[in-house]
C-alpha cells in the first residue's frame, strides 16, 4: 500500500473527504520525522515506537575495489513495533 491508497482507504472507512485525510496523515508524519530528528521517542501506544539509534563507525569493504574502508557512524531513524501489532500481524489467520 502506497500513500494515496492508504489516505483513499481512510477516507472510505471514515467519510472524511480525501484532502482533510491527507492533511492530517502528512501532519503526523512530519512530526513524527521531526520529533525522532530531534531525538525524541514517538510512541503510538500498541502500535510502536518510532526513535533514533546510533550506528558505530566501523571498517568496510568496497565491493567493487576490494579496497578496505572506513564507514562513519551515523544516526538512523528505527522503527519498534508493539505488541498489539506484532499479535496481530501473528494471528492473521
Do not use: C, W, Y
Not at 484532502?19 to 492530517?24: S, Y
Not at 576490494?66 to 557512524?73: L, P
Amino acid at each position: 500500500m502506497i500513500k494515496p491508497e492508504l489516505i483513499q482507504a481512510i477516507a472510505n472507512k471514515t467519510r472524511i473527504p480525501k484532502n482533510k485525510i491527507e492533511l492530517v496523515v502528512d501532519t503526523m508524519l512530519d512530526t513524527i520525522v521531526n520529533e525522532v530528528k530531534d531525538g525524541e521517542k514517538v510512541l503510538i501506544s500498541g502500535f510502536g515506537v518510532f526513535h533514533l539509534t546510533q550506528r558505530k563507525a566501523r571498517s568496510g569493504i568496497n565491493p567493487n575495489t576490494k579496497e578496505k574502508i572506513q564507514v562513519e557512524g551515523m544516526q538512523l531513524p528505527k522503527f519498534r513495533a508493539g505488541e498489539k501489532f506484532k499479535r496481530a500481524v501473528r494471528n492473521k489467520k
